[in-house]
């Protein structure tokens, strides 16, 4: 499953609310696509990927989960101290902002539809 990199385009709704330097945003542009070129060349290098990436990310997810909730639990028993247990959480809490940066804003999944 290639992604066209024909889609990749700086929205107007973008543009009116930017006021960063245009040059940020053409950079912003050069990168998004260097990354989906990059991702349709390891998806053509393993074809298994787009076979299985829902069960990538749902395992991936629930590693993620289970680990806070592990943390949680060890934290509460006395087991794991505070200065542990907090900087593992968001060890399993950035896993989860990265998966949803994937899902929500739709970079490499937005062409997968059943």
Request: hydrophobic share 40%; glycine share 4%; proline share 4%.
């Amino acid at each position: 499953m290639n992604l066209p990199l024909s889609d990749v385009h700086i929205s107007k709704l973008n543009k009116a609310k930017s006021f960063a330097d245009p040059e940020d945003e053409q950079r912003s542009h050069r990168v998004r696509k260097a990354i989906l070129q990059a991702g349709n060349q390891l998806r053509e290098r393993h074809p298994w990927l787009v076979q299985h990436q829902d069960q990538i990310g749902l395992s991936i997810l629930l590693t993620a989960v289970t680990g806070i909730i592990f943390n949680i639990a060890q934290y509460a028993r006395g087991k794991m101290p505070w200065y542990v247990a907090i900087p593992l959480s968001a060890f399993w809490m950035s896993i989860l902002h990265e998966l949803e940066h994937d899902l929500i804003h739709q970079m490499y999944y937005r062409k997968n539809k059943k």
